[in-house]
């Protein structure tokens, strides 16, 4: 594979480009300490857990965890436009089970917006803050039915996270 870096411009075409993609990632498994490092502030965040339903998930695809010589795209590739290659990743990503929601700004939307419903419950982190934990909880009491609020604690023995209800 060729490893020499891209032209500027063709680099600031490309960002141009993309600039109206959103990215919702998600992921399969609410139980992988490395994701509640890097994407919840250091366990300090929360994480939603859903119904796979509704039209917000109709457009959810997988991620393609490939090769590096697999990563190669054209810049003269019409289909570039359409992002398709926003659903791939390296392979040293693949346990993130990873999956995204694509959307384009350019369709009307700048917020996307999910029915609370589709919801089945909060995961809180283990290091977040009482404060943002009694805040969560009663947003969760408000939802009819209400919300399955549980936390998430780390189990040095099993080495991973498990859920507690308080």
């Known amino acids: 594979m060729d490893q020499r870096p891209l032209?500027?411009?063709?680099?600031?075409?490309?960002?141009s480009q993309l600039k109206d993609f959103r990215i919702y990632s998600l992921t399969k498994r609410y139980d992988m300490p490395n994701l509640w490092a890097l994407y919840a502030s250091g366990h300090r965040g929360y994480c939603l857990e859903f119904q796979n339903v509704g039209e917000l998930f109709q457009h959810a695809k997988d991620v393609a965890y490939l090769d590096p010589d697999q990563m190669e795209i054209s810049i003269t590739d019409p289909a570039l436009t359409q992002g398709y290659f926003l659903f791939c990743k390296t392979k040293n990503w693949?346990?993130?089970e990873e999956v995204r929601l694509v959307l384009s700004r350019?369709?009307?939307?700048?917020k996307?917006?999910?029915?609370?419903?589709w919801l089945t419950r909060i995961i809180l982190g283990?290091?977040?803050?009482e404060e943002h934990k009694s805040q969560v909880r009663e947003w969760a009491k408000?939802?009819?039915?209400e919300l399955n609020v549980v936390n998430a604690i780390y189990d040095a023995v099993q080495r991973t996270i498990k859920l507690c209800e308080q």
Request: overall charge positive; aromatic content about 4%.
């Open 106 to 110: 350019n369709d009307g939307r700048s």
């Open 7 to 15: 032209h500027p411009n063709l680099v600031k075409s490309l960002d």
């Open 126 to 129: 283990k290091n977040m803050s």
């Open 94 to 96: 693949s346990t993130e």
């Open 142 to 145: 408000e939802r009819r039915p």
């Open 112 to 117: 996307v917006r999910f029915d609370p419903k």
